[in-house]
């Protein structure tokens, strides 16, 4: 099937879209699109996957449980030489918590780029991002710190902000959790897509110590609704980029969710 990837933005968040088709149902299937298009350009050692958590529960990872599983098969069977006593599934049950604190769990839309070079190990995230990221401080305070995490660790980072029935903006709570100037905000009532490689350096401190310092690329683009969307780098490891077309993968989302 050709999909035709000149489609402008459509406004999923009033009506008469918004109270006639999810956009939580969109969101999942650009996601989608998005990792579809990685996939087909990714050099070997990567792929992309989509994370797609609503509320953002905390969950197992499936290869994790395989693997524990099999461990678990193997020490059964006398496997390694070494006995191991392992207790029946749901035989503990704890005390009851002497503390419970308030949790905030940003929603999570998300494709991951993930090398195999070393072990499955994430080099970018492209994060679309949901109202509930936008409607209140803590909220949108844990979404830029997801964000400034992913930075620290060197990992590659993409946000896409389409929802407009909040005017919160994500981009200009992750300047200010970083702590930079505000001279680099975007205007808040703006949509917008924006790309952030985190550059690592060395420095020689006039102590004779070296120390780490570094930088955050940024490449942004507003969004206009009835606008067009940009193409962007996805900043991986090892210098890398990978140009993400926005257009052409909401383009597709667009057709197969029959928005056309």
Same mark, same amino acid.
């Given at each position: 099937?050709?999909?035709?990837?000149?489609?402008?933005?459509?406004?999923?968040?009033?009506?008469?879209?918004?109270?006639?088709?999810?956009?939580?149902? *969109?969101?999942?299937?650009?996601?989608?699109? #998005?990792? @579809?298009?990685?996939?087909?350009?990714?050099?070997?050692?990567? *792929?992309?996957?989509?994370?797609?958590?609503?509320?953002? +529960?905390?969950? =197992? @990872?499936?290869?994790?449980?395989?693997?524990?599983?099999?461990?678990?098969?193997?020490?059964?069977?006398? &496997? &390694?030489?070494?006995?191991?006593?392992?207790?029946?599934?749901?035989?503990?049950?704890?005390?009851? +918590?002497?503390?419970?604190?308030?949790? $905030? *769990?940003?929603?999570?839309?998300?494709?991951?780029?993930?090398?195999?070079?070393? &072990?499955?190990?994430?080099?970018?995230?492209?994060?679309?991002?949901?109202? &509930?990221?936008?409607?209140?401080? @803590?909220?949108?305070?844990?979404?830029?710190?997801?964000?400034?995490?992913?930075? /620290?660790?060197? $990992?590659?980072?993409?946000? $896409?902000?389409?929802?407009?029935?909040?005017?919160?903006?994500?981009?200009?709570?992750?300047?200010?959790?970083?702590? =930079?100037?505000?001279?680099?905000?975007?205007?808040?009532?703006?949509?917008?897509?924006?790309?952030?490689?985190? $550059?690592?350096? /060395?420095?020689?401190?006039?102590?004779? =110590?070296?120390?780490?310092?570094?930088?955050?690329?940024?490449?942004?683009?507003?969004?206009? #609704?009835?606008?067009?969307? +940009?193409?962007?780098?996805?900043?991986?490891?090892?210098?890398? *980029?990978?140009?993400?077309?926005?257009?052409?993968?909401?383009?597709?989302?667009? /057709?197969?969710?029959?928005?056309?």
């Amino acid at each position: 099937m050709q999909y035709n990837s000149a489609m402008p933005l459509l406004d999923h968040f009033h009506p008469p879209l918004y109270s006639e088709r999810h956009w939580e149902a *969109f969101h999942a299937r650009w996601a989608v699109a #998005i990792a @579809d298009a990685l996939n087909g350009s990714l050099p070997e050692e990567y *792929f992309a996957e989509t994370q797609t958590h609503a509320g953002s +529960p905390v969950e =197992v @990872d499936v290869a994790t449980f395989e693997q524990a599983a099999s461990a678990r098969s193997l020490a059964a069977m006398g &496997g &390694g030489g070494t006995a191991v006593l392992a207790a029946p599934v749901g035989l503990y049950s704890p005390p009851a +918590p002497q503390l419970s604190i308030p949790g $905030v *769990f940003p929603d999570q839309i998300e494709v991951r780029v993930i090398s195999r070079e070393a &072990g499955p190990t994430l080099v970018a995230a492209i994060e679309l991002v949901s109202p &509930g990221n936008k409607d209140r401080a @803590d909220l949108r305070r844990a979404f830029a710190s997801k964000c400034s995490a992913y930075l /620290q660790q060197g $990992v590659g980072l993409m946000v $896409v902000d389409i929802v407009s029935n909040r005017h919160a903006n994500l981009h200009n709570e992750l300047i200010d959790l970083l702590g =930079v100037d505000e001279g680099l905000h975007l205007p808040i009532e703006r949509l917008y897509a924006a790309a952030y490689h985190p $550059v690592r350096g /060395q420095t020689k401190l006039p102590s004779g =110590v070296t120390a780490t310092t570094g930088r955050i690329d940024v490449w942004h683009a507003l969004l206009t #609704i009835g606008g067009d969307l +940009p193409v962007l780098p996805l900043p991986m490891d090892k210098d890398q *980029f990978i140009p993400v077309d926005l257009e052409a993968t909401y383009g597709e989302a667009r /057709q197969r969710s029959r928005l056309a």
